[in-house]
Structures are given as C-alpha cells and as structure tokens.
C-alpha cells in the first residue's frame, strides 16, 4: 500500500531554504514570486494492514521535527 | 495564486535517503516497510497571471534536476 506524507513548516516559522529560491527566481527573471515554502515528501511502500496509528507513529518519531512542522498523511 | 510543485526522483534512479529512512524505521521497529522514496515539495505564491510555461521554466531552471527528477504542478 502506498503512503504518501507531505511534511511542510509551520506558518510563522522562518523558510531560509524558501527565501533563497525565491531570490534565486527573482535573479533568474521571473516576476512575481510572492512567496516560496520548501518542505518534503515522503513516498512509503507499508504493508496493506499498516493501521494509521502506526503510520502516525513513523511521522512524530521519524519523518517530521514536529516542533517546527506539520505533517499530512495522504493515501495514495 | 498558490502552486504546488512536487519533485520526486524518476524511477530506478537510487535513493541513499529513501533507504536511510527505510533502515531507520525498521530499527525504530516499524515492521512492513517495503520501500521509502524522500522527494521535494515548493509551495510558490505567484501573480495570477503567472503562464504555465513561466512555471515549468521554473522547474526546469530551478526547482527540479531533471536528470534524475521528475516534477508535477499542482495548482492549490
């Protein structure tokens, strides 16, 4: 069973990754980038009977620093 | 406008980082985990009237090496 997981910061918490490919756009000549987040995926291959807990698990412990990011678990 | 841009490696490309993580959550004892594939996620706040070929020149310019990664856009 494939387990997508979208971790991304937190609203509020700085995105230096962000700022950086927002001004390497604007250097590059593309107009308009308000704004740029940098977060990360995670593409899982579980077992079918894999329950949610576990996943969320693997997510707190592993995946996501949940101190400064939110996770979001999508099944693909 | 928001964007989502999500990066992942093609297929067959080797992933050291998928498999750190596999390793690590078998360690953490997550049984069942049959593969890990780590990609990149950019959420851009562009102008509306942002083209889609100014959003794949970022990609290609940018946000994805297409070499060995692949990129999808999805708008939020």
């Not at 509020?12 to 390497?24: R, T």
């Not at 698990?57 to 996501?64: F, P």
């Amino acid at each position: 069973m494939k387990i997508r997981i979208i971790v991304t910061l937190k609203p509020g918490v700085l995105d230096p990754q962000g700022k950086a490919i927002q001004h390497a756009l604007g250097s590059l000549g593309f107009a308009g980038v308000a704004d740029v987040r940098a977060g990360k995926l995670f593409e899982i291959d579980v077992a079918d009977d894999t329950d949610d807990a576990a996943i969320d698990a693997m997510c707190r412990q592993l995946l996501a620093n949940t101190v400064i990011e939110n996770y979001r678990i999508e099944r693909a």
